[in-house]
């Protein structure tokens, strides 16, 4: 089985300081969540920024100065969202890929994402596809429903994308995709041969989604952007501890942990 490969999602664009007094907001403090993360066994940091008042942002020089920071730290993958929020323009969340980052994710579909619509026309996909493969960007393909799988497998039949893929499940956003085991099954069974995949359980799903993508051979994902707690009613004290509960875990289980390069080599991705 592969190494394991361990996502931090460190802030999202939902969780406020009032939520979680440990969200990381400005660059420094972004960057030195990114670094804590590493140092716990983290191999891809996934980033959305924030603004002087704390409010997401998609702007290219708030991302250009959290990427040089973390890369002065460490050499964790920095992996920037084009999902941005929901209220941003696709030209606004494309900005963070003209940084020409490891990856990108690339999310494959139309959804209701609680009280919102988080829309990701065909026009979209194909438009964030085709600048990520000019660039040299390895998408992740974020998925939250079933058939934005197929979705998926659409920009590769077109050519503006290049199999194998790796996929991001995020399942338990209130109005898409629940997250049970049957769920998780159900989307692995989908996605082509050869492909990657990992799980970002959202809330109280985390742990045991991460638990089975640890023992079915996928990957994890962990961080405040998901799940601020770390047990029920008590608040996570770093992203580099629910990291550090996810590498416990694996050891347990008798599953490595994969180290940058290695998570470079199994998705396929390499240094500039």
């Given at each position: 089985?592969?190494?394991?490969?361990?996502?931090?999602?460190?802030?999202?664009?939902?969780?406020?300081?009032?939520?979680?007094?440990?969200?990381?907001?400005?660059?420094?403090?972004?960057?030195?969540?990114?670094?804590?993360?590493?140092?716990?066994?983290?191999?891809?940091?996934?980033?959305?920024?924030?603004?002087?008042?704390?409010?997401?942002?998609?702007?290219?020089?708030?991302?250009?100065?959290?990427?040089?920071?973390?890369?002065?730290?460490?050499?964790?993958?920095?992996?920037?969202?084009?999902?941005?929020?929901?209220?941003?323009?696709?030209?606004?969340?494309?900005?963070?890929v003209?940084?020409?980052?490891?990856?990108?994710t690339?999310?494959?579909?139309?959804?209701?994402?609680?009280p919102?619509?988080?829309?990701?026309?065909?026009?979209?996909?194909?438009?964030?596809?085709?600048?990520?493969?000019?660039?040299?960007?390895?998408?992740e393909m974020?998925?939250?429903?079933?058939?934005?799988?197929?979705?998926?497998?659409?920009?590769?039949?077109?050519?503006?994308a290049?199999?194998?893929?790796?996929?991001?499940?995020?399942?338990?956003?209130?109005?898409?995709?629940p997250?049970?085991?049957?769920?998780?099954?159900?989307?692995?069974?989908?996605?082509?041969?050869?492909?990657?995949?990992?799980?970002?359980?959202?809330?109280?799903?985390?742990?045991?989604?991460?638990?089975?993508?640890i023992?079915?051979g996928?990957?994890?994902?962990?961080?405040?952007?998901?799940?601020?707690?770390?047990?029920?009613?008590?608040?996570?004290?770093?992203?580099a501890?629910?990291?550090?509960?996810?590498?416990?875990?694996?050891?347990?289980?008798?599953?490595?942990?994969?180290?940058?390069?290695?998570?470079?080599?199994?998705?396929?991705?390499?240094?500039?």
């Open positions: 089985m592969e190494k394991l490969i361990i996502t931090a999602a460190l802030t999202g664009a939902e969780v406020t300081r009032d939520l979680q007094p440990n969200l990381p907001i400005t660059p420094d403090e972004i960057a030195q969540e990114a670094y804590d993360a590493y140092k716990a066994g983290a191999s891809i940091v996934h980033i959305h920024a924030r603004d002087e008042e704390g409010n997401p942002t998609q702007s290219f020089e708030v991302y250009r100065e959290i990427k040089e920071k973390i890369e002065a730290k460490c050499n964790i993958i920095f992996q920037p969202s084009t999902g941005g929020a929901v209220w941003h323009s696709p030209e606004d969340r494309l900005q963070p003209e940084l020409k980052p490891e990856m990108a690339l999310s494959c579909g139309t959804c209701n994402f609680g919102d619509v988080f829309m990701n026309s065909e026009g979209y996909m194909e438009k964030f596809a085709s600048r990520m493969k000019e660039l040299g960007v390895k998408p974020e998925i939250f429903e079933r058939g934005m799988i197929e979705n998926a497998k659409k920009l590769v039949k077109k050519g503006l290049v199999a194998p893929l790796h996929f991001d499940f995020v399942l338990g956003v209130p109005g898409a995709c997250a049970t085991p049957e769920d998780l099954l159900h989307m692995v069974k989908a996605i082509p041969e050869g492909s990657t995949w990992t799980v970002a359980g959202l809330g109280r799903h985390e742990l045991s989604l991460a638990t089975m993508a023992l079915l996928g990957h994890v994902r962990v961080g405040f952007e998901d799940n601020i707690y770390y047990n029920k009613g008590q608040l996570a004290n770093s992203n501890q629910l990291v550090e509960r996810i590498v416990r875990i694996a050891n347990e289980l008798g599953r490595e942990v994969a180290t940058p390069d290695e998570a470079r080599k199994i998705l396929g991705i390499g240094r500039e």
